[in-house]
């Protein structure tokens, strides 16, 4: 099954880097639509220039770090025993198998957690308070952004012990996916958004096989 895992990730690497070149298209096309979001991500990167969270900065980013580990943990049925999160060191202790051990050590690298539930919670607002979700989200993608490019280091012991090839190959697939799926989600909603995705992978991978085999 391991070596299955090079040819289907650089599949999923070609879908998400295909259909976020279309989405950036979208995006430029209508940079109007995303100003909020902008101004949110903007508004994040003044707050930490002017050193608001100067002091606990290290330790916000560790306790999102590992906070991450523990919940996908969770959701891969794991029993959590631990969770340290101090000023630039942190641990979560769990139990579980190896059952979804790459995504448990490589989600805090690539899985903007506050922003996905931001993308819910949006769901749930009405059209004249959009504003304020795409504020907020970007903010947290703000935060993402300064937090992954800070933490993602190939002496990493998550990454390390993954595989240097395999774990970045996993970390660009899910950036690529995760900025794609949340661009076409402020720009049309998340449930459309999802559907819209994943019927154009379907659509590039009919394509490649048609070329494949003509």
């Known amino acids: 099954m391991r070596y299955l895992y090079y040819p289907l990730m650089l599949l999923l690497l070609a879908l998400a880097l295909t259909e976020f070149i279309s989405v950036g298209g979208l995006f430029v096309a209508n940079i109007w639509h995303y100003k909020w979001l902008l101004g949110g991500a903007a508004a994040y990167l003044l707050v930490r220039k002017i050193g608001l969270f100067a002091r606990n900065e290290q330790w916000l980013q560790t306790t999102s770090h590992e906070s991450t580990h523990a919940l996908v943990g969770m959701l891969f049925l794991h029993k959590i025993h631990s969770l340290q999160a101090g000023d630039g060191s942190g641990a979560v202790y769990h139990s579980g198998g190896r059952f979804g051990s790459l995504f448990i050590s490589l989600a805090p690298y690539c899985f903007p957690v506050l922003s996905y539930v931001l993308l819910l919670l949006r ?23 300064v ?50 995705l994943f019927i154009s992978y379907y659509g590039d991978l009919i394509s490649w096989w048609c070329l494949l085999w003509r």
């Open 123 to 145: 769901l749930l607002s009405a059209e004249q308070m959009l504003y304020i979700f795409d504020i907020l989200i970007g903010f947290t993608l703000g935060f993402y952004v």
């Open 147 to 196: 937090c992954f490019a800070t933490q993602t280091r190939t002496s990493q012991p998550d990454i390390y012990e993954q595989g240097k090839l395999r774990s970045w190959l996993f970390i660009l697939t899910s950036w690529l996916f995760s900025s794609t799926l949340i661009l076409l989600s402020i720009y049309k909603g998340l449930l459309s958004a999802i559907t819209t």
